[in-house]
């Protein structure tokens, strides 16, 4: 299963990819929504974590282009729902500093679901 991660903090990148790589799962980082969509052009992921503010970018129109491609997601964050669009609000939030029991659940969750 192939876990796209979305984050341009290098060090929370390399902990997620780690975290997630160690309990079995294939995780890709992107550090832009460019590259990101160049992965999902590729092979688009079995769930996505991503954060919200990426240096100049909201990762927001990421959010539904993954949306659009019944890729579940989450987002990685301090912030909370209501630093999102209105049309994001419902997404899932995982609240930094990151619980990894948390983000292996929600992965379940979206795979029992699919």
């Known amino acids: 299963m192939?876990?796209?991660i979305v984050e341009d903090d290098p060090l929370i990148a390399m902990d997620l990819e780690d975290?997630?790589?160690d309990r079995g799962f294939d995780a890709v980082c992107a550090t832009t929504v460019a590259d990101a969509q160049?992965?999902?052009a590729q092979q688009p992921p079995s769930f996505a974590f991503l954060d919200m503010h990426l240096r100049t970018d909201t990762s927001?129109?990421?959010a539904r282009e993954l949306r659009a491609q019944g890729v579940p997601f989450a987002f990685v964050s301090g912030n909370d729902a209501s630093s999102l669009p209105e049309d994001l609000r419902s997404s899932q939030i995982l609240t930094k500093p990151i619980n990894f029991?948390?983000?292996v659940r929600m992965i379940a969750e979206a795979e029992k679901s699919s």
């Open 19 to 21: 975290e997630l790589t």
């Open 38 to 40: 160049s992965i999902l």
């Open 101 to 103: 029991d948390d983000l």
């Open 60 to 62: 927001f129109d990421l």
């Open 2 to 4: 192939t876990i796209l």
